[in-house]
């Protein structure tokens, strides 16, 4: 974290120096905007005059900085979710990476699709097909060995679009949020539908977010001794769903608390964002809304993933922060790693 | 937190002046010392040496900070546990104040021998009479309402031996642990066999340790609608164990990560401990054992509450530290607040 931060520290005192030589004014502006990939506008404004607000002692809104938690969707919201979820992508590629193991699977669906390419094939075998996949690939093993393999995959697995590492395919926007909100105080949270042990893989590297602040859905592990040392064994069952509205019922059990800053881009959201909207101090709601098919993707009603549709209705309603990301975000990946 | 700690502090400071009256160099040694309350020898040496091990850079024992997690039992091993645990005590109480609401109480067992005082019938009911308190006092209301049930009792409940707050049975040297491990970087975590919901109502005033660091036994929550305002509605349904081996699977599942340093007290601290001891760093490992009746209980390998017996068996074969109570605590309540 201190290493990742140093490192982005370094960046900008570097563009500085090189923005210095063509115009000292233009190189304090960027050092003094805490959210430079944002365009200036109202999505912007309305993130900034939250965290004045919140911070500003004495303030009638101030908020002391321990009660002070953002709790922000991961799949869409801080990374790429399409065409597939990151994690269903790294199932498939570890049922054709455990193929061999498993001779039946050429036989059995939904592996059989899946050996054989067929992603329709995969897509008719339903929810019920890709729950078996997941607890093919995500059971058996101890939590160290799965934690071996998730890393191992996401140093050398690229997005078939972008051809990139997922890891790079996150937004630098919502990166500099991140900063920001820690800069003032925020104990920020990844609160997100894809699996727990899968993203606390990736997320202290890649937002600065340790393990345990991050929630998602879960599956039972059993403590159990191999060669008389201790392990745990992930089973195939899931403990909790951390989804629609398992998203405050999992706030509620992993952070016991509400948040006054809640972030998302689904209908998988919403009720995570009506949950903060009644919290006892200001509170901020913010969707991010894929707008942008040249950078990135268009998609919301009628998404298979990522479908957003009444949570758009809501914060419409109620006035909750929309990011258009093709108009508020001046760039969407961190700069030199990906190319549309 | 600040509050707290800033007590503490005046107290130490005035301390400091009334000792330095009748002795300056006493009173440096006093203010030097970081664990007062624990009288000098092995036990105590081994927590400042694991501490100053880990903390010395460049040592070869040397712990990131990001790294040094410390997760701590609650009953028994930072608050008093017997006669019976707190939070039954608080369920007997509910059942008596709820019992107006609830007629068919006076002949349904277990709930009639409660209200007759009859413990002994109480106890006859054994584990299914006490799982059917413990869901009619804990579920059919919001989160909302049970925290502020809670408190409120927190505020009022007396213990039957000591005549004070069961927050004021809290254990002094432990305390001066948990600041002396913060002084030094340590992220402090509870991790209970008791009810999550309970404990994070008085953990962060008590022991400086927020609701979200708080990990324990936990029930299912349902996200509701009431008069069109987003309540979470506790369900009398279990979601997750956390004692015995559930201990480790509860670090996974809430924290993701190995511990370095883990205290319990009992049987169902064992896993958490022998979990600890294959940390990736140098792991401590410590028990309370409770031998003082005069200042406070004597029990172990015979007791129904916080029975210590495999775990006292393996900390001895494995040299993990344990605390005998009578002699290594110097006081075991915080000063000025109890008489046995």
Tied chains: 1, 2.
Aim: aromatic share 10%.
């Amino acid at each position: 974290m201190l290493k990742f931060l140093g490192r982005r520290v370094a960046l900008i005192a570097l563009l500085g120096l090189v923005l210095c030589g063509s115009g000292a004014l233009l190189a304090r502006a960027v050092a003094s905007d805490p959210l430079p990939s944002w365009n200036d506008g109202p999505t912007k404004q309305s993130i900034l005059d939250f965290v004045a607000r919140v911070t500003k002692e004495g303030g009638p809104d101030y908020v002391a900085p321990k009660d002070r938690l953002a709790t922000i969707d991961n799949d869409g919201t801080l990374w790429v979710e399409q065409p597939i979820y990151t994690q269903f992508a790294f199932a498939i590629d570890e049922v054709k990476a455990q193929a061999t193991k498993h001779p039946e699977w050429k036989t059995t669906e939904p592996f059989k699709s899946i050996l054989a390419g067929d992603l329709k094939g995969l897509a008719a075998a339903g929810e019920k097909g890709m729950v078996e996949v997941m607890a093919a690939t995500h059971s058996g093993m101890t939590t160290t060995d799965f934690d071996k393999t998730v890393k191992a995959w996401l140093e050398t697995a690229k997005h078939p679009r972008f051809k990139v590492l997922y890891t790079d395919l996150i937004y630098q926007p919502m990166l500099e949020l991140l900063d920001y909100l820690r800069a003032n105080g925020f104990k920020t949270f990844i609160v997100s539908g894809g699996g727990v042990e899968f993203m606390r893989n990736f997320a202290d590297k890649t937002y600065g977010i340790p393990p345990e602040q991050v929630i998602g859905s879960s599956g039972v592990t059993q403590y159990q001794m191999w060669d008389a040392s201790p392990v745990l064994v992930k089973q195939p069952k899931v403990l909790f769903v951390d989804d629609g509205p398992g998203k405050p019922e999992g706030i509620n059990h992993f952070i016991g608390r509400q948040p006054i800053f809640a972030f998302g881009n689904s209908d998988g959201d919403k009720e995570m964002l009506e949950w903060t909207a009644v919290c006892q101090h200001l509170c901020f709601m913010g969707l991010v809304h894929h707008t942008d098919a040249v950078r990135e993707y268009v998609y919301d009603r009628n998404s298979d993933v990522g479908k957003l549709d009444k949570a758009l209705d809501e914060a419409t309603a109620k006035g909750w922060t929309v990011v258009d990301m093709k108009n508020d975000w001046k760039t969407i990946f961190p700069p030199a790693k990906t190319s549309p």
